[in-house]
């Protein structure tokens, strides 16, 4: 049973516009979230964090907004370049009770055209 | 440099030959992990360890044992490898399982067992 659910495997944009990557989570004890990219052959980087406390958070070009009601998180790329072409995993971990393990979903493959 | 490095990046093997799989981190990191990625199914995490002498299973711990007797090093076992076992392992560690910090990854090793 997936608790973290990315449902795009691939999304393909055009340089300079937007992308969205989108993740839902099921899990309600779930108050920590954090976005990965990946290149290939290399291992996972940490990209972006966000606290159930907060409904958004942004870094430069990358914004991750948190809906907890709808159990959704997304993260924005603004403008898309050819460099953040990447795999991008979502990962929510619940801070209560100590435990923080995250749970990672299936990963979105972006390819950002020239 | 702060990194977390595994050993051997490649490795291909026999149905049943005992390998181990070396994860070091020179970042004096409390969390460390194992995960394997596999197509379709993103990062499941094998076996963690929260500090020295303490580990735990993860999702998918079978056929895999691990050890944390040095706080830098947390290495994979398979003590008769299998088929289902070719995958790509990622060691991850984390200052705490204070989440705000994210993990650091190593590179990966792709293990074929044949």
């Known amino acids: 049973d997936q608790q973290v659910k990315q449902n795009s495997p691939s999304l393909s944009v055009q340089e300079g516009r937007i992308s969205i990557l989108n993740c839902d989570y099921t899990n309600s004890m779930f108050d920590y979230f954090l976005w990965y990219k990946k290149y290939p052959a290399e291992g996972p980087t940490f990209l972006i964090s966000i606290s159930s406390i907060k409904d958004k958070n942004e870094d430069g070009r990358f914004t991750v907004f948190l809906n907890k009601s709808a159990k959704h998180l997304s993260l924005h790329i603004v403008p898309s370049q050819p460099g953040d072409s990447a795999v991008y995993f979502c990962?929510?971990?619940?801070?209560?009770?100590?435990?923080?393990?995250?749970?990672f979903g299936r990963g979105t493959s972006l390819i950002v055209h020239p | 440099e702060a990194q977390v490095t595994q050993n051997p990046r490649y490795l291909i093997t026999v149905t049943g030959k005992k390998l181990t799989v070396t994860c070091s981190q020179n970042m004096n990191h409390e969390y460390m992990s194992w995960y394997r990625q596999d197509p379709g199914l993103g990062l499941r995490q094998i076996y963690y360890?929260?500090?020295?002498?303490?580990?735990d299973k993860g999702d998918v711990p079978e056929g895999y044992k691990v050890s944390r007797k040095e706080k830098r090093n947390f290495p994979l076992i398979l003590e008769s490898p299998s088929p289902n076992q070719t995958s790509l392992y990622f060691c991850?560690?984390?200052?705490?399982?204070?989440?705000?910090?994210?993990?650091?990854f190593g590179s990966g090793t792709r293990l074929t067992v044949v």
């Open positions: 360890s929260m500090n020295v002498e303490v580990t």
């Open positions: 991850a560690s984390s200052r705490s399982l204070g989440t705000v910090y994210g993990y650091t």
């Open positions: 990962a929510a971990s619940s801070t209560s009770g100590g435990s923080y393990i995250p749970t």
